[in-house]
């Protein structure tokens, strides 16, 4: 009997309240949720306690060897307390509840179909599940015959089980989405330096691999298939041999493989340890991956190796240095592997600064790094015209980049590009290289600071209309920013900047001039006149009235008539 009160206590208290609350997810169900969890408990203790008052006696329910199971004997319709009765209504209104909860919330599915919205299958299962348990919970107490109750429940627990997998799957789906995002950030980050070590971390023990990744190689195919269905295909195949010579030399959390565009692929792993055994370890890997592609497919592939890193937030130093290893391999040797030489390093820091004064539009910033940032990577690129090339159409192509997160005309920056991509093409010397590479940073960020001139007069002019639209209103900088989508601060400074007032100046200006209408063209009060153009207190409008105009508005309008 205990065990049978108990039970029916977290029926009535937990299961019905949560099915009820979870099945109708709105606003006005939540606010509800207090008092149906504490109506189940009551109707919980009211049902153990008229269980306990109507049991007249015990009898065995079945026998398994020497033990036995006993149930308790409820008389029907017995004075005074009708415990059986009482008991079993209880049930069937537990049952109503589910059931009409599980067929509203069907009736609801059903709508949404009919309206032409995707149905979630598990929602049916949950709520066909939910529907048969609660007419077996009715129909069981009607009858009496509990063995209706428990038969039933096997199909229902069936249909919610399914409901469930269902759900682990979609859920599954989701994951392998978002992790598919999370690589793309991850590869983001890393090549853009634009985050930190514990940013990276994060990232990668949500997918699955360790921290301790410290280079980066980048691979290269080289496939001259015109179909770009063939192009993909070709792609996938090399990425699947990689992973499988991957898998042979080291465990899965030790290396990561990450989509760099349509021909190259990015390979991060954690080789510092394996260094230290076996010098070699990256050249042998990199060996074994170009081959097996050679044996494997009609394409070749060549692989840069950037140096190892302790820290990972140098990771994308790694991915730079791999990246120009390719890039050396490919004009020098073709099919091969190459390492970055250490001596030689990439100008990381000076570009960064040149991006963000593109970014920025300050051409005077940018032209004191640029000639050096030039002969820098010129040292880089070993003063090869065909290397130095590359580099620049990259370079050009991450200002493009900049200027466009800076606000710059697209259609301006793609024909600049195109043009300058036909004249580098013809170059013939790396002087006239540079040459060229400063002449398209003058254009570029002289596009970016047209678009930030154009933005900043769009903006003013946007906040002074809405300042004359609303000086009625009790305005501060910060409605005006925020209808104009820009910080407060940055506004009053771009106001003071395209305007020549600053903003107090400028509404006052504006009501003060509202104000002289009204007192020469209507009838109103000094104190409605205050209160039209924007003003709560009519002695603080008079005295800067006269602050301002050299007279009290009573005698303004006396002068004037």
Known sequence: MIINNLRLLLFCSVTVPMVLLLTHKTEKAKHLAAFTIGGGIL?????????????????????????????NLTLSFQPPFFGREVTNSINIFMGLCLLSSAGYRIFILGKAVAKGKELEKKHIFYNLGILIFGFSLIVGAIVKQWWIYYAISL?????????????IREIRTRMEKVVSFLKEDLIQNIILSSTSENEINNMLKLIGKKNRLDTFLVVKISSEEPDTSKRIDVHQKVAEISLKVLSQLLDQADYLLMPL??????????????????????????EQIRQEVSLKTSTTVTIGIGSSYEKLDQIWRSYHEALNA????????????????????????????????????????????????????????????????SRVYELIGSFVDSAILGGGDEEKLFTLSRDCFTYINNTRNIKSLGKRLEAVFNNITDIVTEAHQDRSKSIVNKARVFIENNYQAPLSARDVAGQVFISPSYFKHLFKKESGYSFTDYITSI??????????????????????????DSNYFSTLFKKIEGVTPSHYRKNHQ
């Open 326 to 389: 390719q890039e050396y391999a490919e004009h020098s040797h073709g099919n091969n592997v190459q390492q970055t030489d250490v001596r030689i390093s990439y100008p990381f820091t000076d570009k960064a600064e040149l991006l963000q004064a593109v970014r920025l539009g300050d051409n005077e910033c940018g032209m004191k790094i640029l000639p050096e940032f030039f002969n820098q990577l010129n040292v880089f690129s070993r003063c090869e015209l065909n290397i130095m090339k």
């Open 43 to 71: 109707l919980g203790i009211i049902y153990g306690v008229f269980n306990i008052l109507g049991t007249q006696d015990s009898y065995v329910l079945f026998k398994l060897g020497n033990l036995s199971a006993h149930d």
């Open 261 to 286: 565009g349509s021909s190259r692929i990015g390979i991060c792993v954690s080789a510092l340890q394996k260094l230290q055994e076996k010098p070699g370890f990256l050249i042998d890997l990199s």
């Open 511 to 536: 009501r003060l001039q509202k104000a002289r209408e009204l007192l020469l063209h209507s009838e109103l009060t000094i104190t409605n006149i205050a209160f039209e153009v924007g003003y709560q």
């Open 155 to 167: 199909l229902s627990i069936t249909l919610l089980g399914y409901g469930v997998i269902l759900d």
